[in-house]
């Protein structure tokens, strides 16, 4: 379990955008760890979580769709039913609010890898380490103070 750095990019449904940062981030050996894009009444963006968050700041900047960051925490669940919703009914019951939440589909060893954001992410991750019956442990993070462009 580690807070990772969240890009958000509005503006993604357009002919060659999503194409365009996925190759200048393949380009860079940038990888994708979780993606998701939502698209709500003509308001599309696409959230993801990747490897190298400082050299997907840079590059993300130089596209003209508006670009956000927030710290998110990245947990390894099992590739079962019922992983992702033990964590969000823990959360529930402790009245954190899940503000956003995707996971991937599977990966190494039949984990999945499940993406909070949540308003309160010490204490949200002292209740998901509950849930999973681990020992607290300190959270690692995958995040550096932003450069330029938010």
Same mark, same amino acid.
Request: one cysteine or more; a positive charge; glycine letters at 4%.
């Given at each position: 379990?580690? +807070?990772e750095?969240?890009?958000?990019? #509005?503006?993604i449904n357009?002919?060659a955008?999503?194409a365009n +940062?996925?190759? =200048?981030?393949?380009?860079e050996?940038?990888?994708? @760890?979780?993606? +998701?894009?939502t698209?709500?009444? $003509? ?6 979580v990747v490897?190298?968050p400082d050299v997907a700041?840079?590059?993300l ?6 670009? #956000?960051e927030?710290n998110v925490?990245s ?5 079962r039913?019922g992983?992702f919703?033990?964590l969000a009914?823990?959360?529930?019951r402790?009245?954190?609010?899940i ?5 991937t589909a $599977? $990966?190494p =060893?039949g984990?999945?890898i499940a ?5 309160? +992410?010490e204490q949200?991750? @002292?209740?998901?380490l ?10 690692t #993070?995958?995040v550096?103070a932003?450069?330029g462009?938010?």
């Amino acid at each position: 379990m580690q +807070i990772e750095k969240q890009f958000s990019v #509005t503006g993604i449904n357009k002919p060659a955008v999503l194409a365009n +940062i996925a190759r =200048a981030l393949a380009d860079e050996k940038v990888n994708i @760890k979780a993606l +998701i894009i939502t698209d709500s009444k $003509g308001s599309d963006v696409m959230r993801m979580v990747v490897d190298k968050p400082d050299v997907a700041r840079v590059l993300l900047s130089k596209f003209d769709s508006p670009v #956000t960051e927030a710290n998110v925490i990245s947990v390894d669940i099992p590739n079962r039913p019922g992983a992702f919703a033990a964590l969000a009914e823990k959360l529930s019951r402790s009245h954190i609010s899940i503000e956003s939440a995707y996971c991937t589909a $599977g $990966g190494p =060893a039949g984990k999945a890898i499940a993406i909070f954001q949540v308003p309160y +992410i010490e204490q949200a991750k @002292k209740v998901m380490l509950e849930a999973m019956n681990r020992k607290p442990e300190k959270l690692t #993070t995958n995040v550096r103070a932003p450069q330029g462009r938010r």
